[in-house]
């Protein structure tokens, strides 16, 4: 089973820093980011990666990761050629290098829970679709999962709810098989002009085929100063 790190974007919330370095490349802790969600699927025991980023920020990563040897993976990169057009599209770029089931990871998720019994049951399950979801406390953020707890199924994800009727976000943790690429390419551009995640994940609940988890432990979108700030404290205080 393969993994896919996306890694592109502008990281605009994170200015000044992200006009001269990709955000998935600064210290958190005593590692850059990107090291993070690496570590993760190494213990998970995954170990062929692709990561997808940007035209411009491509060389930055070679030279910091290589081949992946010495982190104990082996390492593909492939670019994102339009930047802006959204996370399904960035995975979208992932077609050649999966097999029949993968992994995704947004690569400024960072997160404690040990992936492994998630990838084994998505392995071995019949599910098309899982994403694992995270209780936060001020849910108006993030793409929220409205679940039946009662059938263990999402019955919408409402991204940035004015007034949320759930506190389970929808982390950057996605399991998809191929049939994901067929979706990718019926979707159209929301109205910030991108191939949204969420409309994607939304297409699989209309088909009934999106299964989900929830994070039990630590978990944060480190996209902004604050949260940056909070990653840093965390992994330090880790260490």
């Known amino acids: 089973m393969e993994a896919v790190i996306l890694a592109g974007g502008s990281g605009t919330r994170l200015k000044p820093f992200t006009k001269i370095i ?29 990561i997808v980023t940007n035209q411009e920020d491509i ?27 959204g996370i399904a599209d960035a995975l979208n770029c992932a077609k050649d ?6 992994v995704v990871l947004l690569g400024d998720n960072l997160f404690d829970d040990d992936l492994s019994p998630f990838i084994k049951d998505f392995k071995k399950g019949n599910d098309k679709a899982k994403v694992l979801l995270k209780e936060v406390s001020d849910p108006k953020r993030y793409g929220i999962a409205i679940i039946d707890e009662n059938n263990h199924t999402i019955k919408s994800i409402i991204e940035k709810p004015i007034n949320p009727d759930s506190r ?45 988890n929830i994070l039990k432990g630590w978990w944060l979108d480190a996209g902004t100063h604050d949260a940056l700030f909070q990653a840093n404290k965390h992994f330090f205080e880790g260490e």
């Open 22 to 50: 990709n955000k998935h490349l600064l210290p958190v802790g005593s590692n850059p980011m990107v090291y993070w969600p690496i570590k993760k699927l190494v213990q998970a025991g995954i170990n062929e990666i692709l």
């Open 59 to 85: 060389e930055s990563f070679r030279k910091l990761l290589g081949s992946g040897e010495e982190l104990g993976v082996q390492l593909s990169y492939t670019i994102q050629e339009q930047k802006g057009r």
């Open 97 to 102: 290098f999966v097999g029949e089931k993968f």
């Open 168 to 212: 389970y976000c929808v982390t950057g943790i996605y399991f998809y098989d191929r049939h994901v690429f067929q979706l990718i390419d019926s979707l159209h551009p929301s109205n910030r002009g991108e191939f949204e995640i969420t409309d994607l994940n939304n297409l699989y609940i209309q088909r009934n085929e999106l299964n989900y």
